[in-house]
């Protein structure tokens, strides 16, 4: 074993839930707020920043335990960390491992950058949903105004 193999091992095992790696380096705590975890311990959330990864240099992991994430939350997840992987642990084992794929179209937690967009109505606002133009990194272009939004705009709505 490598030295590198044990320090991405270092982080604990867990029983039942989901482990989701190769996150980008820096953004696990961005992930959390997708995922409405902003308290990782009431959530037995683990998080691991800036491990050294052979795939991608640096990357950050999370573990949640006691929950499996559904595909709309991975589609959020993809958002930020489109080199991510999912594995879903069971009884210590891991029964599913899935690389990330952002869909060509999301409906999206993340806003629509123009203020008059329909989207953004005060009044009767509308959900947005956006076009995938890029995966990596993620560009997305907003369905109803057509408003082009790159990566740091996407990262700056989790900051
Ligand atoms: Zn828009």
């Keep these: 074993m490598t030295k590198n193999k044990k320090s991405e091992l270092k982080i604990k095992a867990i029983e039942n839930g989901t482990v989701i790696d190769h996150i980008t380096a820096n953004k696990a705590l961005h992930i959390l707020k997708i995922l409405d975890l902003p308290d990782a311990e ?12 052979a795939e991608i240099g ?9 929950r499996e994430l559904d595909h709309k939350e ?22 599913k491992k899935d690389k990330i794929i ?17 989207t953004n109505y005060e009044n009767e606002p ?10 990596y990194p ?11 939004i ?5 990262d700056k709505q989790f900051e």
Excluded: G, W
């Design 42 to 53: 009431t959530h037995n959330v683990t998080v691991a920043m800036n491990v050294s990864s």
């Design 102 to 118: 952002l869909p060509d179209k999301i409906t999206s937690i993340i806003k629509c950058t123009n203020p008059k967009c329909i």
């Design 58 to 66: 640096r990357k950050d992991i999370v573990k949640i335990e006691n």
């Design 74 to 95: 991975l589609n959020q997840v993809a958002l930020i960390a489109p080199k991510a992987t999912i594995n879903i642990i069971r009884n210590y084992e891991t029964i």
């Design 138 to 148: 993620p560009v997305v272009r907003c369905h109803y105004c057509e408003k082009l």
């Design 150 to 154: 790159n990566t740091e705009d996407i």
């Design 126 to 135: 509308i959900t947005p949903i956006f076009n995938v133009i890029n995966k």
